[in-house]
């Protein structure tokens, strides 16, 4: 089906299906291949070549989701991230990061870019301005991330497309925690967009993916470099990440309710401190994100008070697991100092915001009440008996 005109869950659910013209099943048939017969000699199907059935069936679907022209899904977000960075990086370049990056991200740049001779530097702090200093001559590439992990800041999509094309460079963006569902950056001038499916899109915590989505020539050039490294997704998971996308409007927007609910609780509430949510309008860059999303996603992180044990609050949480990884229709929480940041120094944490007491909160599609409920009882079992409330 063309996704001329459609809108978001007619997407999610119909664009790119394969059709069952032998038993007129309702889902795309599922195609696990290695070995296909030669078409004709231009045509080599096989799955590294990204090339399958159900690849190019479900690359439509999120090109489409994605505003894009094209699009190809890896074998994980970090197969996208790293496909995507070196098809566009070479040895004597230098790229421009947002300094609050995806801990996997940070680590490819700071453990493997000196080896490919690609040179980088971190922004310091998130304006357009930030960015435009950190260009030298042979910068390439710039690359964000909005809202940002754990801290949910938010980066001007506009700003930073206008900069790079008045520098003639190539724009990236990792939406992950935004979704198509929540954010296109295309739209806003935005070269190339990447997730890593492994979160909204996938949404059930059982599937590991990534894609890349852009122009047909920019993806001809990813996908040129991406047969060679060899992280295409196998065609079951493929399958299941499709299955995955057809729900993903409606579980991403019951998220951003759930997210919202969960932020103006904890926001009002005597025992927590801060609240990092976009959709607040307490949040410094609230006005920006409401001009470049279209819901404010399902994740926010926050701070107890003062004498708070925030793992012990984790452990006495019941409904709400303590657990890596986001995006699941299971509400989880972690601390990004135990876990997705605990490989920075202690000066990168401090420079970044996040503190000791910093708890990430991945929202899911659980009724609010028994959320709260479940952070009421936790609260009253750790509360500190010295601390004096005020409301
Ligand atoms: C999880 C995540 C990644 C990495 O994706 P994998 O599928 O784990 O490789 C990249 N960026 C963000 C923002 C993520 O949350």
Redesign the pocket.
Known sequence: MDSKNKGLNTICTHVGELVDDTYKGATSPLYMSTSYAFEDVDVKRYPRYFNTPNQQGLSKKIAALEHAEAALIFG??????STALLAFLRVGDHIVLQRTL?G??YNLVQEEFKKFGISYSFTDGLTVADFEAKIRENTKVIYI?TPS?PLLTITDLKGVAQLAKKHGLVSMI?N??ASPVNQNPIDFGIDIV??????YMGGHSDI???AVASTEENMKRIFSLAKNLGGSLSDYTVWLLERSIKTMGIRVRAQNENAMHMADYLNKHKDIDKVYFPGLVTHPDHELAKAQMKGFGGMLSFELKAGFDASKFQKALQLIKSSM???GVESTVLSPVQTSHALLSQEERDLQGITDGLIRFSVGIEEPEDLIADIEQALNKVRPKAVVTTH
Do not use: Q, R
Not at 76 to 81: D, H, K, L, N, R
Not at 194 to 199: E, F, N
């Open positions: 994980s977000g970090m197969a996208a991230i995806y996997g991200t991330e992990n990792d992950t925690f990447i997730h890593s499916a492994t979160k590991l993916a990534g990884s986001l995006a």
